[in-house]
Structure formats: C-alpha cells, structure tokens
C-alpha cells in the first residue's frame, strides 16, 4: 500500500489480511505523521513540542469517545475502537518523538534502548494487539525486531542525523572505538570508524536474529510479511557493511534488485 514515505521494509503489503489492512495503515500514518513533526520543516523546538501535545490531547479525545477531525485521527480513532487497540504506546510514541526535539546525543546503549522502547517497539506491540497475538514470547520477539529496524534506520541515516544535530551513536560506544562527534562532522570513514559500524551492524543482526522465532509464531501471511520486514532491515545492514561504513557518502537504501532480495530471503526464513 502506498505510504507516501521512503521504507526499508513493506507497510500493509497484501500478506496482511484486508480486514486489517487499514487499520496498519492507521497506525503508520500516525507514527509517521507524528514523527515528522519532530523531524521535518523549518519550525522551532517548542512548535514542535506544542504540535506534538496536540496529538497526545487528540488521543485524549479518541479516549473519551471523541473523534478528532484532522488527520489522521478519523482513520486511527476507527481503527482504536474496531480493534480495542491500547493507547499507551501511542503515547508512548510521542513521548519518543518530543525527545528528539530536545535530546540529540546518547550516553550509552541503555539510553539508546530506551529510547527505542518508545520509539519502535510500541509499533510491534500494537500490530501484534491487532493480530489478537500479543503473548508475552511475541512481544518480546516483536521487541527485538522493532528495535533492530530502529538501529538500522540510525546507522543509515548518521550524516543526515548530523545535519540536525542527532548522534543516535552512543557516544560511549565512539569513545570506544576512539571517535567522537568530530568524526562524524568530517565524515572521517577511517579504520576506528569502519570497526565501529562493523560492530553496530553484527549487534543489530543478533536482534534480529533473536525476533525471528515470531515469524513462525503467527499466521502464514503474517509471518510471511514480518519475515520480509526482516529480511529489508538485514540487507540495509549487508549494504552498509559492503561500503565498509561509509555511510557518509553511500547511503544504503533499498533499490528494485534488493527488493527482490528481501523477498527471497522471506520465502526461505
């Protein structure tokens, strides 16, 4: 289904059922639509915190029997009561979103992760609510996919993150591998900097990796569609490796001939 945005993954593919078809489409809108209000345009920080509590009071109304007028809150509040879909991880997305607005750097993985744990893994959670799936060996495989496809967004994206201040790298892992922010400014892709990707990319495999059992835990079509949204997530992580972590001058993204790729790799999972 057309989306309007660039993915490395299928968002409401035909795999998906159609009775639910839409109600995917919904909370993506809404993920997407909320996360450019922090991301996109020119507007100051407290616009955008403002426009972002304007979507939490919109929940707010959907949770009161209300439906907001603006997109895309007719669609959600339809898809929230069709399905009984929870509104905390909603919130919990733009609790995510209001930190990119005022936090752009990351001591350390913990901080990272939790950032994550509003940031993607409330998109997993609320589609396996949806799937009427939400067990907790599910929510924790949907936990580890969700958050891989998170890290492997920030590892493709590190210069265009930099052009709005971002270091989603944690900066104890850059100590550790002896860079720093400056690194990042000069677009240095040295030796330190190619076993720093190296490394980010074999972790965020491993989480993956760990999510995988969900494929085979849910219904065919589904797991079918979910084993592809891994499988484009991986190959963004095969393309960064075969640049050697210069994402500086390469950004990886997914052409016609990975796609086809991602959908071997799906079949065979």
Known sequence: MAVGHYENFPVASRLVPARLRGAVV????????ADDLADEGDALPAARLAALAAYGQALDAIAAGETPSEAPFPALAAAIREHRLPLAPFHDLLSAFAQDVTTPRYADEDALLDYCRRSANPVGRLLLALYDAATPANLAAADAICT????????????????KDRVYLPQD???????????IAAGRADARWQALMAYETARTRE????????????????????AAVIAGGRRILTRIDAVHGDVFRHRPTLKLGDWARVGVAALVA
């Open 207 to 226: 989480r993956f990796a760990a999510g995988r059992p969900l494929t085979r835990a849910l219904p065919w079509r589904l797991g079918l569609e979910l």
């Open 26 to 33: 919904a909370i993506y809108r809404f993920a997407r639509s």
């Open 173 to 183: 892992h850059l100590a550790r591998f002896g860079l720093a922010d400056a690194d």
């Open 148 to 163: 891989a496809l998170q890290l492997t967004n920030f590892w493709q994206d590190v210069a265009i993150d930099w052009t």
